[in-house]
């Protein structure tokens, strides 16, 4: 068995963990959501909310390991998670410029007060899917580690040869 090997081999099972974060999840997402719809009349906002939801799969990914949690949240669905978001927001703002109005001049749109509030809700919606995308992507890449056979260049210049 190799040094990553044994590494990777380090999750244990905690029936505690497991059973509080069965619990937790459903909960503290539901608080990410509101948070993140919320901040179109108050404190909060899509990166906070985004932020909030992004732990709800961290939290996941320690109780029932890194592999498992990779294997339903495939590339490709963190790809189209962040370029949706991205999207949304970019389709919200460029409709109101096409409408006559500034980039986000929601009231440009023509929905009323009511088209307003869901534009700003959209928006946030559309940043919070760009970082929780964004945070569980990343986390998702570091926790798969490297590979060190790309390094070679590196070790000849730590022996003194030139590359």
């Not at 059973?19 to 719809?37: E, Q, S, W, Y």
């Not at 500034?102 to 809700?121: Q, R």
């Not at 569980?136 to 730590?158: H, K, N, Q, R």
């Amino acid at each position: 068995m190799s040094d990553a090997d044994t590494q990777r081999s380090t999750y244990v099972e905690s029936t505690v963990i497991m059973t509080t974060v069965r619990v937790i999840v459903p909960f503290v997402f539901t608080f990410g959501l509101f948070v993140m719809f919320h901040g179109a009349e108050s404190a909060g906002g899509g990166f906070q909310g985004g932020a909030i939801v992004a732990s709800c799969i961290l939290m996941l990914a320690f109780a029932f390991g890194i592999e498992p949690t990779r294997g339903w949240l495939s590339d490709g669905f963190m790809r189209a998670l962040i370029a949706g978001g991205a999207g949304t927001f970019a389709l919200i703002g460029i409709a109101a410029v096409l409408t006559g109005g500034a980039f986000l001049d929601y009231a440009a749109l023509g929905f009323g007060k009511s088209g307003v509030k869901y534009g700003i809700e959209l928006v946030e919606l559309g940043i919070g899917a760009v970082v929780s995308g964004v945070i569980v992507a990343l986390f998702l890449s570091l926790a798969a580690g490297f590979d060190a056979s790309g390094f070679d260049d590196v070790d000849a210049v730590e022996g003194g040869d030139e590359v």
